[in-house]
């Protein structure tokens, strides 16, 4: 049974950091992209960062360049999310993603999809 388990989401004032980690099981993690979304209340489902198999190569959505960092640790199944310089907008549902074919993490319509995970960032 493929999983994906976010962990790590919370309340935090604006400006603090938060990681979120995702960690998969029943798949051949090493062998698929990882990705971020974020939903906020009212507001469509937004891409936040995907990481390559490797992990050598990272993409960011413009709203959380420079200020949020995407890895992953191949031997412990996990893609991490760590998030500096917090902002109220900040504020939604993240969820990870896993797919084997980057174009559709990138298009938002990866195979593999965790339950979610509430992230507030109070001003």
């Known amino acids: 049974q493929v999983q994906l388990a976010e962990s790590g989401g919370g309340l935090v004032q604006a400006g603090g950091s938060l990681r979120l980690s995702c960690a998969a099981s029943?798949?051949?993690?090493?062998?698929?992209?990882l990705g971020w979304f974020r939903q906020a209340p009212g507001k469509e489902r937004e891409f936040v960062a995907d990481?390559?198999?490797?992990?050598?190569?990272?993409y960011y959505g413009d709203s959380v360049k420079e200020r949020f960092t995407i890895s992953r640790d191949n031997a412990k199944n996990t893609v991490y999310l760590q998030m500096n310089s917090l902002k109220p907008e900040d504020t939604a549902v993240y969820f990870c993603?896993?797919?084997?074919?980057?174009?559709?993490?990138?298009?938002?319509?990866?195979?593999?999809w965790g339950q979610g995970i509430q992230v507030t960032v109070s001003s």
């Open positions: 029943g798949l051949t993690f090493g062998s698929y992209v």
């Open positions: 990481i390559s198999w490797s992990g050598g190569n990272t």
């Open positions: 993603a896993a797919d084997l074919a980057r174009r559709k993490v990138v298009a938002g319509i990866p195979d593999i």
